[in-house]
């Protein structure tokens, strides 16, 4: 018998079934090798050597090959038909190099998990694909190199810098640029004209006003309220009639099926799906057979599926929805050895409900898929699109109205593409005649703003980086996840927002290299990758130009102290922390004492914040993204009120707003002060809230069973309340300054009940689903919050991670790393899922169990080095 080899058991588990007995399917678990973290694992001194270890826990995958081709003298290498799976495939033959003599080693892809697919690879076997490995090799290497070497100069130049890395860095700079021209916009005010009108016949319709006084209006014309109400004057003292009516026919074409970016794109826009959460169903419907691969940049689809396709929507919707012609889409990739079929299903006659998927996130993206893959090679939208111009006789106002009307609804009967921005739809018009007069029944003046650029989604994120160049399908998921693990951004309603330490080592790296952070530069990188993939360009050449370069700018930064990169960060952020005020004062001077000076200022956590130079004396503080207006809450803050003869103040600092009790003198250096809780807004903050939070730990009363005080309050986990040395989280804030004695009883008891340690008799929040391997996956609560179990496994949600919004695959992924980091002895890992390699790629090479033998180094060591190994 053959052994075949793929990446993951799923995958493993489904060709097994279409190869049949004379085959023995196994799983890598992804890389079976990586890079070290240490020094010297790229050797850029000795033609970039590379020195690679096989993970710990991937021994037990290569024995399990071993073993097998012990009996079979044919092994066959089936990992995915990209990059990174012929790298998968080259290191499997390198790490069995020595059990590989005198055996028959060959390379089969396919772009579909399917049984002509499959059977049809195997008919064309194939040796592994050295320029694809090359251009492995060089990403990893290029990786490597960047984060080893920039990390630990982010680590000691910048405090509270984490890592960075060759391409993260440059999407993280996307996102800090746009949120800086959001700080920088200033609104501008305008205004606008409607008409509600009549037709003859009594037909209400709505007409904008276009001219005025014979002129075009632009759209600053009507810069005020009264140059708006002026104009309503103008149309309301006019009779109106109809001056022309001009209809155009138009046509919508559908759009182009699935690749990887687009797929992401609409699934964020329509379901709120993350990029990772997306790539990870996607993952399981290709593994499971219903869909093709689905890391491509491709959009072509092959002709066999374009007639099923055709076919389906002829029987579905008749032929009048089927086009003369098939649609073709041009494949937009530059290197062919990297383009592959557009992401669509293996069977176009299997529907969304002939599936009957029970995971959520895998029907609703292959309903997604299904039906962008049929609209594909359907007919197109015809519509009509109206004109209406409304004026008067002494040509002195001008309206119009525009209309459209859907003659054929063609593709859209099944899918039309989301939108990034909400966009005005058009609706029908009456029936109007040129030269009827129209009836004024309304004239409104609205008042609008312009607004500033939108945040970026991950949908927009992606798209941008599309347009830039930069990654490639199967880096963008890891991309967007690794720097919101980082810390360096957050997600509020899908909006992607820099913290400050993001904007920190943004600005940085731009300052001290700033090559490496070109968008352009990187795009060029990217091209020489794929040139690489092509076999047009040396690898080691790409190295070497690049590392000459690199290692200059790092030596330049040897001996920077951590004050100049501070004032050199202070000086370019500028215009963004001192505008210019209104008063035509310094914005440097300090608003509170007038004497000091603002700077900009550190904290150890990475955080960073405004400062007066005056301090202690003068304790002004403003976010960093904050302007002069956040001036209110600093220094001596807003007053509340009085309470008990003390002035109760709200207060901005570096950790964010609190409220404090009195001020600071010799005989009360740090007077009562309490943070604000999450989700409390200090523009809704009033005397009673401050004061009930000053006031906590609140009594409630003495527990009826020992008398024993029993007290509510909020602490490092949140609300709480407190019986003797036991303490019971409260689900919401609020509720600590209402709880009742029968109902912290209740709380309290319930906490007993589970015993101690952590969560013993706890219940789950949220039942997943079986483990591949046997056994329940659950949401359990925790005491440092929630966390997946399987069986001895528990691995700790994310931050931000909403327990009810976990998925199996989610799930799968949490387990698998950790279980992959287990010593011996404990349950075997799950199915591994495709994860986000250093530079972004799907798959990384497994990490090394967190505990080693003696005779290796101690893991401490290992573990400060990996982080920037990995970036």
């Given at each position: 018998?053959a052994?075949?080899?793929?990446?993951?058991?799923?995958?493993?588990?489904?060709?097994n079934?279409?190869?049949g007995?004379?085959?023995?399917?196994?799983?890598?678990?992804?890389?079976?090798?990586d890079?070290p973290?240490?020094?010297?694992?790229?050797d850029?001194?000795?033609?970039?050597?590379m020195?690679w270890?096989v993970?710990?826990d991937?021994k037990?995958h290569?024995k399990?090959?071993?073993d097998?081709?012990?009996?079979?003298?044919?092994?066959?290498?089936?990992t995915d038909?990209?990059r990174e799976?012929e790298a998968?495939?080259?290191?499997?033959?390198q790490?069995?190099?020595?059990k590989?003599?005198?055996?028959n080693?060959?390379?089969v892809t396919?772009?579909?998990?399917?049984?002509t697919?499959?059977?049809?690879?195997?008919?064309?076997?194939?040796?592994?694909?050295?320029?694809?490995?090359?251009?492995y090799?060089?990403?990893?290497a290029?990786?490597?190199?960047?984060g080893?070497n920039?990390?630990?100069v982010?680590?000691r130049?910048l405090?509270?810098?984490?890592?960075?890395?060759?391409?993260q860095?440059?999407c993280l700079?996307?996102?800090?640029?746009?949120?800086m021209?959001?700080?920088?916009f200033r609104?501008?005010?305008?205004?606008?004209?409607t008409a509600?009108?009549?037709n003859?016949?009594?037909?209400?319709?709505?007409?904008r006003?276009?001219?005025?006084?014979g002129?075009?209006l632009?759209?600053?014309?009507?810069?005020?309220?009264?140059?708006?109400?002026?104009?309503?004057d103008?149309?309301?003292?006019?009779?109106?009639s109809?001056q022309?009516v001009e209809?155009k026919?138009?046509s919508?074409?559908?759009?182009a099926?699935?690749?990887t970016?687009?797929?992401?794109?609409?699934?964020?826009?329509?379901f709120?799906?993350?990029?990772?959460?997306?790539m990870?169903?996607?993952?399981?419907?290709?593994?499971?057979?219903?869909?093709?691969?689905m890391?491509?940049?491709?959009?072509?689809?092959?002709?066999?599926?374009?007639?099923?396709?055709?076919a389906?929507?002829?029987?579905?919707y008749?032929?009048?929805?089927?086009?003369?012609?098939?649609?073709?889409?041009?494949?937009k990739?530059k290197?062919?050895?990297?383009?592959?079929?557009?992401?669509?299903?293996?069977?176009?006659?299997?529907?969304?409900d002939?599936?009957?998927?029970?995971e959520?996130?895998?029907?609703?993206l292959?309903?997604?898929?299904?039906k962008r893959?049929?609209?594909?090679?359907?007919?197109?939208a015809?519509?009509?699109r109206?004109?209406?111009?409304i004026?008067s006789?002494?040509?002195?106002?001008?309206?119009?109205a525009?209309?459209?009307?859907?003659?054929?609804d063609g593709?859209?009967?099944?899918?039309?593409?989301?939108?990034d921005?909400?966009?005005?739809?058009e609706?029908?018009?009456p029936?109007?005649n040129?030269?009827?007069a129209v009836?004024?029944?309304q004239v409104?003046?609205?008042?609008?703003?312009?607004?500033?650029p939108?945040r970026?989604?991950?949908?927009t994120?992606?798209?941008?980086?599309?347009?830039?160049g930069?990654?490639r399908?199967?880096t963008?998921?890891?991309?967007?996840?690794?720097?919101?693990?980082?810390?360096?951004?957050?997600?509020?309603k899908?909006r992607?927002i820099?913290?400050?330490?993001?904007?920190l080592?943004?600005?940085?790296?731009?300052?001290?290299?700033?090559?490496?952070l070109?968008y352009d530069?990187?795009?060029?990188?990217?091209?020489?990758?794929?040139?690489?993939?092509?076999?047009?360009?040396?690898?080691?050449?790409?190295?070497?130009?690049?590392?000459?370069d690199?290692?200059?700018?790092?030596?330049?930064t040897?001996?920077?102290?951590?004050?100049?990169?501070?004032?050199?960060i202070d000086?370019?952020?500028?215009p963004h922390?001192y505008?210019?005020?209104?008063?035509?004062s310094?914005?440097?001077v300090?608003?509170t004492?007038?004497?000091?000076?603002?700077?900009?200022?550190?904290?150890r956590?990475?955080g960073?914040?405004i400062?007066?130079?005056?301090y202690?004396?003068c304790?002004?503080?403003?976010p960093?993204?904050?302007?002069?207006?956040?001036?209110e809450?600093s220094?001596e803050?807003k007053?509340?009120?009085?309470?008990?003869?003390?002035?109760?103040s709200l207060?901005?600092?570096?950790?964010?707003?609190?409220v404090?009790?009195?001020?600071?003198?010799?005989?009360?250096?740090?007077?009562?002060r309490?943070?604000?809780?999450?989700?409390?807004?200090?523009d809704?903050?009033d005397l009673?809230?401050?004061v009930?939070?000053l006031?906590?730990?609140?009594?409630i009363?003495?527990?009826?069973e020992?008398?024993v005080?029993?007290?509510?309050?909020?602490g490092?986990?949140g609300?709480?309340v407190?019986?003797?040395s036991?303490?019971?989280?409260l689900p919401e804030v609020?509720?600590?300054?209402?709880i009742?004695?029968?109902?912290?009883?209740?709380?309290?008891?319930?906490?007993?009940?589970r015993?101690?340690?952590?969560?013993?008799?706890?219940?789950?929040?949220?039942?997943?689903?079986?483990?591949?391997?046997?056994?329940p996956?659950?949401?359990?609560?925790?005491?440092?919050g929630?966390y997946?179990?399987?069986?001895k496994?528990?691995?700790?949600l994310?931050?931000?991670?909403?327990?009810?919004e976990?998925?199996?695959?989610q799930?799968l992924?949490?387990?698998t790393?950790?279980?992959?980091?287990?010593?011996?002895?404990?349950?075997?890992?799950?199915?591994?899922?495709?994860?986000?390699?250093?530079?972004?790629?799907?798959k990384p090479?497994?990490?090394?169990?967190a505990k080693?033998?003696a005779?290796?180094?101690?893991?401490?060591?290992k573990?400060?080095?990996?982080?920037?190994a990995?970036?």
């Open positions: 018998m052994v075949v080899v793929v990446e993951s058991p799923a995958k493993a588990k489904t060709i079934k279409y190869l007995p004379g085959f023995t399917v196994l799983a890598s678990f992804g890389h079976v090798r890079l973290a240490k020094d010297g694992s790229v850029p001194e000795h033609d970039f050597t020195k270890e993970a710990s991937s037990k290569i399990a090959i071993t097998a081709l012990q009996d079979d003298d044919t092994l066959i290498l089936a038909p990209d799976g998968i495939s080259w290191h499997l033959e790490a069995l190099e020595k590989l003599k005198n055996k080693v060959s390379r396919f772009n579909a998990i399917t049984k697919a499959i059977q049809e690879a195997m008919k064309h076997p194939r040796q592994v694909d050295a320029p694809l490995v090359e251009a090799l060089a990403r990893r290029l990786d490597y190199l960047v080893f920039l990390s630990p982010l680590w130049k405090p509270g810098a984490r890592s960075a890395g060759r391409v860095s440059v700079r996307l996102i800090v640029e746009r949120e021209e959001v700080e920088a609104a501008r005010e305008y205004w606008s004209v509600d009108l009549k003859p016949r009594g037909a209400e319709f709505s007409a006003l276009v001219s005025l006084g002129k075009k632009d759209r600053f014309d009507l810069a005020t309220q009264a140059a708006a109400e002026l104009a309503v103008a149309v309301t003292k006019r009779d109106l109809v022309s209809a026919p138009a919508r074409n559908p759009s099926p699935f690749m970016s687009t797929l992401q794109q609409e699934a964020s826009r329509k709120g799906m993350g990029a990772k959460q997306t990870a169903a996607a993952q399981r419907l290709y593994e499971a057979g219903h869909i093709t691969y890391r491509t940049d491709g959009i072509d689809m092959a002709p066999e599926a374009v007639t099923q396709t055709r389906e929507v002829e029987k579905r008749g032929k009048e929805y089927v086009p003369a012609a098939p649609r073709l889409y041009k494949n990739a290197n062919a050895q990297e383009a592959h079929e557009c992401i669509r299903p293996t069977d176009m006659a299997a529907d969304p002939s599936l009957r998927l029970s959520v996130d895998q029907r609703r292959y309903e997604l898929i299904w893959t049929i609209a594909c090679q359907m007919e197109s015809r519509m009509e109206t004109t209406v111009e004026g006789k002494d040509g002195q106002v001008g309206l119009r525009t209309g459209q009307v859907v003659l054929f593709f859209l009967k099944v899918y039309e593409e989301g939108r921005e909400e966009e005005g739809d609706g029908r018009l029936q109007l040129q030269g009827e009836a004024k029944k409104t003046p609205e008042q609008h703003f312009t607004q500033p939108p970026y989604t991950e949908a994120l992606v798209k941008r980086m599309e347009e830039l930069i990654g399908p199967s963008y998921a890891s991309i967007v996840t690794t720097i919101q693990e980082r810390g360096y951004v957050k997600k509020d899908n992607l820099p913290e400050d330490k993001g904007r080592v943004t600005i940085f790296l731009t300052s001290y290299f700033g090559k490496y070109e530069f990187t795009a060029d990188l990217e091209e020489q990758l794929d040139d690489i993939s092509a076999g047009s360009r040396d690898y080691k050449d790409v190295l070497a130009r690049f590392w000459r690199f290692s200059a700018a790092l030596a330049e040897a001996d920077l102290r951590i004050t100049e990169v501070l004032e050199k000086e370019v952020l500028a922390l505008p210019p005020r209104e008063d035509g310094d914005p440097r300090c608003p004492c007038g004497k000091g000076r603002l700077n900009l200022k550190t904290a956590s990475g960073a914040f400062g007066c130079t005056n202690p004396e304790r002004y503080t403003r960093l993204s904050g302007d002069e207006g956040d001036s809450l220094g803050g007053l509340l009120g009085h309470d008990k003869g003390d002035a109760i207060r901005s600092g570096r950790f964010g707003p609190y404090q009790r009195g001020e600071v003198t010799a005989e009360q250096p740090k007077p009562p309490s943070s604000l809780p999450k989700g409390w807004a200090p809704e903050m009673e809230k401050a009930s939070l006031d906590l730990p609140r009594l009363g003495q527990h009826p020992d008398g005080a029993v007290e509510a309050g909020i490092r986990f609300p709480y407190k019986h003797g036991t303490y019971a989280n609020d509720e600590v300054f209402t009742g004695m029968n109902r912290a009883v209740e709380v309290l008891a319930q906490k007993l009940a015993g101690p340690g952590r969560g013993a008799a706890a219940q789950p929040l949220k039942v997943l689903g079986d483990h591949p391997d046997g056994g996956i659950q949401v359990m609560p925790g005491r440092y929630p997946v179990k399987w069986e496994v528990n691995a700790t994310p931050k931000g991670v909403e327990p009810s976990v998925t199996l695959e799930a992924e949490l387990i790393a950790k279980a992959g980091a287990a010593p011996k002895g404990k349950k075997k890992a799950a199915p591994k899922a495709k994860a986000a390699a250093a530079d972004g790629e799907a090479a497994k990490k090394p169990a080693k033998t005779a290796k180094k101690p893991a401490a060591k573990t400060t080095k990996k982080a920037a990995e970036e």
